[in-house]
């Protein structure tokens, strides 16, 4: 079982790379939506919306609810989805501080202490934000070195082989030149040489 001592507190990295994806969000237009994404389940629309959903369910997740308690969907109107999701931030912003790191967190990955749950939560944001800057070709709004910390840890936890039913695809070969978010991206199954 993971210890939260073998953990950093990865709160601050994680409001960094939420707010990277707010600077990004608040970029996307309606003639935005359409557009595909790496993530192959979602063109933009649907990623904003997933985007809303998980800055909710670590809020939720983080402070002893269950990760079923936030839906799966939003159901909000596409002119709807920025907002709710820097409201999602604001409100997370205000109770992260306050989240006990030992305690034990429901997440859709098992039950976990709440310092592993946020090692996850920091790698989705950071895939996911990806996504989101290459569908909208604004990659000069990311910040690559905030997932060096997270690369390392991600190829342990997540096995190379035997993938079948987690929501990763097979690892992507990186670029030799490849900065830390690329190789985070490609380990989680993205090819960091996408194009729309």
Same mark, same amino acid.
């Given at each position: 079982m993971t210890t939260t001592t073998q953990i950093p507190d990865l709160r601050p990295l994680l409001l960094d790379a939420l707010g990277v994806v707010d600077g990004l969000v608040a970029?996307?237009?309606?003639?935005?939506?359409?557009?595909?994404t790496p993530c192959s389940d979602f063109a933009v629309r649907g990623l904003l919306d997933h985007l809303v959903m998980v800055v909710r369910r670590v809020r939720v997740v983080l402070t002893g609810g269950h990760f079923t308690d936030v839906p799966q969907?939003?159901?909000?109107?596409?002119d709807e989805l920025a907002g709710a999701f820097s409201d999602g931030l604001a409100v997370l912003r205000t109770t992260l501080p306050d989240v006990d790191?030992?305690?034990?967190?429901t997440a859709p990955f098992g039950t976990v202490p709440n310092a592993a749950a946020l090692a996850s939560y920091v790698g989705e944001?950071?895939?996911?934000?990806?996504? !989101?800057? #290459?569908?909208?070709?604004?990659?000069?709004l990311l910040r690559p070195a905030l997932a060096e910390p997270v690369v390392?840890? %991600?190829?342990?936890? !997540?096995? #190379?082989?035997?993938?079948?039913?987690l929501p990763f695809g097979?690892?992507?070969e990186a670029?030799?030149?490849?900065? %830390?978010?690329?190789? !985070?991206?490609a380990w989680m199954g993205r090819d960091p040489r996408w194009r729309p």
């Amino acid at each position: 079982m993971t210890t939260t001592t073998q953990i950093p507190d990865l709160r601050p990295l994680l409001l960094d790379a939420l707010g990277v994806v707010d600077g990004l969000v608040a970029t996307v237009t309606p003639t935005d939506l359409d557009r595909p994404t790496p993530c192959s389940d979602f063109a933009v629309r649907g990623l904003l919306d997933h985007l809303v959903m998980v800055v909710r369910r670590v809020r939720v997740v983080l402070t002893g609810g269950h990760f079923t308690d936030v839906p799966q969907v939003s159901g909000l109107a596409d002119d709807e989805l920025a907002g709710a999701f820097s409201d999602g931030l604001a409100v997370l912003r205000t109770t992260l501080p306050d989240v006990d790191l030992t305690a034990l967190a429901t997440a859709p990955f098992g039950t976990v202490p709440n310092a592993a749950a946020l090692a996850s939560y920091v790698g989705e944001v950071l895939v996911h934000g990806w996504d !989101l800057a #290459r569908a909208l070709d604004r990659t000069d709004l990311l910040r690559p070195a905030l997932a060096e910390p997270v690369v390392e840890p %991600a190829s342990r936890r !997540l096995p #190379r082989e035997g993938r079948e039913g987690l929501p990763f695809g097979e690892v992507v070969e990186a670029p030799a030149d490849a900065d %830390a978010l690329e190789r !985070l991206v490609a380990w989680m199954g993205r090819d960091p040489r996408w194009r729309p």
